[in-house]
């Protein structure tokens, strides 16, 4: 069963950074495309990243591109997300999820194309 835990989370203040990490202990993540989701109080979950397990490429929201960077540590079983110049409306509880997405690449996989999810990291962004 593959299982994924998010850790990293925290308070920052606007401008900061944070690193989050997904890690899948014994699963070899490279054969997952993974995605980093976010959803703040009140609101959908939306996608903020993911990195495709086709070829490694990546894809990012419009709101996040330039200041998030996704990558992949297969040896550590761990994908990181680092998030730079953080926003007020970055504030979200950000989970990792896993999907068997075979030559899925250029476009970010919406929320029903996983099948794995991490419990959710907190991430607050505030003076």
């Known amino acids: 069963q593959l299982q994924l835990v998010e850790s990293g989370g925290g308070l920052v203040q606007p401008g900061g950074s944070l690193t989050l990490s997904c890690v899948a202990p014994?699963?070899?993540?490279?054969?997952?495309?993974i995605g980093w989701f976010r959803q703040a109080p009140g609101q959908d979950r939306e996608g903020v990243s993911c990195?495709?397990?086709?070829?490694?490429?990546?894809d990012y929201a419009d709101s996040v591109r330039g200041r998030f960077t996704i990558s992949g540590d297969n040896n550590k079983h761990t994908v990181y997300l680092k998030m730079n110049n953080l926003k007020s409306e970055d504030t979200g509880v950000y989970y990792c999820?896993?999907?068997?997405?075979?030559?899925?690449?250029?476009?970010?996989?919406?929320?029903?194309?996983?099948?794995?999810w991490g419990q959710g990291t907190q991430v607050t962004v505030s003076s």
């Open positions: 990195i495709f397990a086709s070829d490694g490429s990546t």
């Open positions: 999820a896993a999907g068997l997405l075979p030559g899925w690449r250029g476009t970010m996989p919406g929320a029903m194309h996983y099948t794995h």
């Open positions: 014994e699963f070899t993540l490279e054969y997952y495309t």
